[in-house]
T-cell receptor, first 110, second 113 residues
């Protein structure tokens, strides 16, 4: 089945610095790549997504890049703030379902 | 609140008991998904419905698990003869179509003693 490899598993960055999380996949049929943020005790919340017909998408401090040839996509968070501390999941579609990576725990250091 | 809701939020049960969880999706969404999430892992797909039809079930969904969506609105997930390995967060999500964002509920945390 489809696997999504996500790195790193834990990331600590100084407040105000940038954070980058990377994911790789194997199935070239995937064409939808969402990123979710999950805070303690809550369900995952979509923060940004990208479809295979574009290479980059930005929404304020968050951006995602996609390289379909190399089969990898990345999440970039700039000017990090304390409220960015959470677990982030990359994901992709396979048939009618979403397959998630194992997550990255992001710590924003004061 | 018009988001996805799940009930109960927490459930503690003894091994061998049956449990049932409920999910109420966003009202206009025709697709409803169930996922399971264990500690330190991403959500894993269990099953999904389009309206009242159950279209796919994961191999993770053993015979002890059953899900229904009788009127194409809310859904229930039942686990019979619970085992300690069933302890997890059970998440429900809904969407208007497969290409749109899946909105997740807060989850039901199950602890099997």
């Amino acid at each position: 089945g489809e696997n999504v490899e996500q790195h790193p598993s834990t990331l600590s960055v100084q407040e105000g610095d940038s954070a980058v999380i990377k994911c790789t996949y194997s199935d070239s049929a995937s064409n939808y790549f969402p990123w979710y943020k999950q805070e303690l005790g809550k369900g995952p919340q979509l923060i940004i997504d990208i479809r295979s017909n574009v290479g980059e998408k930005k929404d304020q401090r968050i951006a995602v890049t996609l390289n379909k040839t190399a089969k990898h996509f990345s999440l970039h968070i700039t000017e990090t703030q304390p409220e960015d501390s959470a677990v982030y999941f990359c994901a992709l579609n396979r048939d009618d379902k979403i397959i998630f990576g194992k997550g990255t725990r992001l710590h924003i250091l004061p | 609140d018009t988001g996805v809701s799940q009930d109960p939020r927490h459930k503690i049960t003894k091994r061998g008991q049956n449990v049932t969880f409920r999910c109420d999706p966003i009202s206009e969404h025709n697709r409803l998904y169930w996922y399971r999430q264990t500690l330190g892992q991403g959500p894993e797909f269990l099953t999904y419905f389009q309206n009242e039809a159950q279209l796919e079930k994961s191999r993770l969904l053993s015979d002890r698990f059953s899900a229904e969506r009788p009127k194409g609105s809310f859904s229930t997930l039942e686990i019979q003869r619970t085992e300690q390995g069933d302890s997890a967060m059970y998440l429900c999500a809904s969407s208007f179509s497969v290409y749109n964002e899946q909105f997740f509920g807060p989850g039901t945390r199950l602890t099997v003693l």
